[in-house]
């Protein structure tokens, strides 16, 4: 079937310019080497620290002498343990109400209308604030804690779910109709696949958010947790066991964002490698 | 087994269109989104005149109203606002310049960003807040605290976007720029920076809103000034008045700014508003 | 890849009985039909006094430049759009009102109507879940991807396939329902020419092997022509029918023999005559 057509002979094609090349392994992770400023300070700073006795810059030795204390005396894991324990249950919860309201706002032009200048409002309320109030009613306590850690990271969750959901193909419902899905099939099968991008997005913002507000709840109200190891540290002026919770905060921050990509890749592993 | 009716007036092409489901053309012509406020608040006052609502220290809007006024009157609520404003301004400057150029060295040459990029990633990782209690200890509680904080979280999301936005100048532009033999200033300003200008601005924005959260947080925690101080002293006092109305307004002066820079967007480079508002809905 | 005479034969035996149309009736009906929509800005009339019908087993082609209201026609006879008051559509002499569970649709997208995240298998039995127990699901989804050729694909995600193979899957979609009418709304144009031709020729076969009436929406004359039985032209606005032309050409066809045809080349100068003449 297929015609005798002649095709004209196969140029060589020109080099691709290096800088195109480069350009693309720029996406690509940072490599480790990276890591050298970093590793220089540090260095550094302990050379500098050995010498001196500095009360704002201690040498990252003292970090892990000073804050090992902590280990000894018991308080480091278990506040470790309440911050995380407040951050994942604070972060499930709050993915579920915004998904929940995200989707029914985002899907109802006459909700989305009615609801719009309230959820641009809260969008740009700071979380924080809503801390003191929520002692004021709550008192000192976990419960408030988590009231106050949900609230603020229901709203990037919610907004982003609203978009998703807006943005559905309109295609879908006709697929929906054509192929007589109920609407209950077709909200797990169609509606919720395809905002769950959307979700993911809201998450991983939603993330960073929630630790800091467990973080300010903490040291702001004693409340236990890291936070409020911190502000006793800094109460007493203890400059090197603050770095070395900073340290442990940042390892903390740092595996929550390993997760969510490990998460979100595994969610997602329809889609072409690169997006 | 058929389907239920047909819905009539269902747009028409099955193209893709980001238009929503439901009926279009229904459109009011006034903005029905003010019912709500203008409803809870009504009836939020009815039910506390009343005596309806069951939690005595819940305030009516009425007396937040009141206290709003007293402290204004007696300088205290433009005060506290206006400290908060200016640490979360300057820091948000001073933090959004440090970003665009440590952003621009990142994105332009490959052995800066080869060499550093893994640091940054670490650093911008570990969450601002976290810092406060070495700058209180280094600054002490001030102003200054406030503004190295401030900066700080500015200076992430500005580096990291604008280093997106210049690395995006295609090889056709790099090419153009060598055959006008066009100086390295003017690659930075006139190809580099415009290209890189959509991403900067996405972040600018971020940046402001975590510095007005950090300036907050750093007076809760740090500085005895300003809104956070506050809203702490309030309810250290048991004024749920007077914080409520803190509250409201730090609200609307989220709102305020970010209405504010858009605007100031839209001036400066309007073709952004116009692709941000064509990609957030066709059907508005 | 193409699929072969042979197999498709086979699966003609197998799974892919369809129940048959009763002599006489017309597989779609309607005249008079009109739709209207109301904007600000006033009254839109989108088609006007559209008389169309079709017999079972017939292969119907809609032509027309883009944006006549080819796809508001389409949705009508999907059931998924009401045509304005008074007028009204039959389905095998039944008056319709919604989806029919005899009418298959597929869409132009294939990209936003696919549903990326499930895999081409899934994709294709998704009609199918709750309705029919897993084993029979199985064994249909298996026929139908054996008819569009592309049953060693069954396990991969609709981005590893390219926009062809997109499209014979949404088309296996709508096959492992079983329908008596395949509604198609331009489901070649994002599609390069050579992919084209080879969607074109299975189409062809597919019909052979199921004997479903097609009705097919194009803004290409050529496809129109190559593939049909009978052509409407729908032009103006508001829309109408201004011409229906018999396709008397030769079946099977073949990309090359038919397009040499002289009857192919009158057939298609009609087309543009009047296609052109609806443009003055």
């Not at chain 1, 998904?99 to 032009?109: C, F, M, P, Q």
């Not at chain 1, 209950?184 to 998450?203: D, S």
């Not at chain 2, 001073?94 to 665009?100: N, P, R």
Request: hydrophobic share 50%; with cysteine; charged share 15%.
């Amino acid at each position: 079937m297929a015609a005798n057509v002649e095709s004209p002979p196969i140029r060589a094609s020109r080099p691709v310019p290096r800088r195109a090349s480069r350009a693309r392994k720029r996406r690509s992770a940072a490599p480790l080497r990276g890591l050298l400023p970093l590793a220089v300070l540090l260095g550094v700073w302990e050379l500098v620290g050995l010498h001196g006795n500095s009360v704002f810059f201690p040498p990252p030795s003292q970090w892990i002498s000073q804050t090992s204390s902590l280990v000894h005396d018991g308080s480091l894991f278990p506040a470790v343990r309440q911050t995380l324990v407040t951050f994942v249950l604070a972060l499930i919860i709050a993915t579920a109400i915004g998904t929940a309201l995200g989707v029914l706002i985002g899907r109802s032009e006459l909700l989305d209308r009615l609801l719009s200048p309230v959820l641009e409002y809260f969008r740009f309320l700071p979380g924080v604030a809503l801390v003191p109030l929520a002692v004021l009613f709550m008192g000192y306590t976990q419960s408030m804690e988590l009231y106050v850690v949900v609230f603020g990271a229901v709203w990037p969750v919610l907004l982003q779910a609203r978009l998703a959901a807006r943005e559905i193909d309109p295609v879908l419902e006709d697929v929906r109709r054509a192929l007589h899905l109920s609407r209950a099939a077709a909200f797990f099968k169609i509606t919720l696949p395809a905002v769950a991008p959307g979700i993911m997005l809201g998450v991983v913002i939603a993330a960073p958010l929630t630790l800091v507000l467990a973080l300010v709840v903490e040291i702001s109200t004693q409340v236990s947790g890291i936070g409020k190891l911190m502000e006793t540290a800094q109460q007493n002026f203890l400059a090197a066991q603050v770095f070395g919770l900073i340290v442990i905060v940042g390892v903390i921050a740092l595996v929550i964002n390993i997760a969510l990509s490990l998460i979100s890749g595994w969610l997602f592993r329809y889609r072409p490698p690169g997006e | 087994m058929t389907a239920g009716a047909v819905t009539p007036g269902t747009e028409a092409t099955s193209r893709p269109v980001a238009r929503r489901q439901g009926r279009p053309g229904w459109r009011p012509r006034w903005p029905i989104g003010l019912i709500i406020p203008v409803v809870l608040v009504a009836a939020w006052q009815l039910a506390k005149s009343a005596g309806a609502l069951p939690y005595a220290n819940v305030p009516s809007p009425l007396q937040i109203w009141d206290s709003a006024v007293t402290l204004t009157g007696n300088g205290q609520l433009p005060g506290d606002f206006g400290h908060t404003l200016a640490a979360c301004l300057l820091g948000w400057v001073i933090g959004s310049v440090i970003g665009a150029a440590a952003g621009t060295a990142l994105g332009l040459s490959r052995a800066v960003w080869s060499y550093s990029m893994a640091s940054v990633e670490v650093l911008r990782s570990i969450p601002a807040i976290s810092f406060i209690p070495i700058a209180v200890i280094i600054f002490l509680q001030s102003l200054k605290m406030e503004i190295v904080i401030a900066a700080w979280v500015s200076i992430w999301p500005v580096a990291v976007s604008t280093m997106a936005g210049v690395g995006g100048v295609t090889s056709a532009h790099r090419d153009l720029a060598a055959s006008l033999r066009m100086s390295w200033t003017a690659r930075v300003t006139k190809l580099a920076l415009p290209t890189a200008l959509p991403k900067m601005l996405v972040a600018l924005r971020l940046g402001l809103a975590g510095a007005l959260v950090l300036a907050i947080v750093a007076e809760i925690v740090g500085n005895p000034h300003g809104v956070g101080y506050a809203l702490v002293n309030a309810q250290q006092q048991a004024q749920p008045a007077e914080m409520f109305a803190y509250v409201l307004l730090t609200g609307a002066v989220g709102v305020a700014l970010n209405a504010l820079l858009s605007l100031a967007y839209r001036r400066l480079a309007p073709g952004f508003h116009l692709a941000e508002t064509a990609r957030r809905g066709h059907g508005r | 890849m193409s699929m072969s005479a042979a197999r498709s034969a086979q699966s003609a035996q197998g799974a892919q009985s369809m129940p048959a149309a009763q002599p006489g009736d017309h597989a779609f009906s309607c005249s008079g039909l009109f739709v209207e929509y109301q904007l600000r800005t006033g009254p839109l009339r989108v088609l006007e006094d559209v008389a169309f019908s079709c017999a079972p087993g017939e292969f119907v082609s809609i032509l027309g430049p883009s944006g006549t209201g080819k796809t508001t026609l389409l949705r009508i006879l999907a059931g998924l759009l009401a045509p304005g008051r008074g007028s009204s559509v039959t389905f095998e002499g039944a008056p319709l009102t919604g989806p029919n569970e005899g009418v298959a649709i597929v869409f132009q997208d294939y990209r936003s109507s696919l549903l990326q995240w499930r895999t081409v298998r899934k994709n294709v039995a998704l009609g199918l879940e709750g309705r029919v127990a897993a084993a029979e699901r199985a064994e249909r989804v298996d026929a139908a991807l054996d008819l569009v050729g592309l049953s060693d694909r069954g396990n991969d995600y609709p981005w590893q396939l390219s926009g062809g193979m997109q499209q014979r899957v949404q088309i296996a979609r709508a096959l492992v329902m079983r329908p008596r009418v395949l509604l198609m709304d331009e489901p070649f144009g994002a599609l390069d020419a050579m992919t084209k031709g080879q969607l074109q020729d299975e189409l062809l076969r597919v019909r052979e092997v199921t004997g479903a009436t097609v009705v097919f929406v194009t803004h290409d004359v050529d496809e129109a022509v190559y593939l049909s039985d009978r052509v409407l032209v729908l032009s103006g606005s508001p829309a109408r029918v201004t011409t229906e032309l018999d396709v008397d050409l030769p079946s099977p066809r073949d990309q090359v023999a038919t397009k040499e045809d002289p009857k192919y080349l009158r057939i298609r100068h009609s087309v543009y005559e009047t296609l052109k003449g609806a443009h003055q």
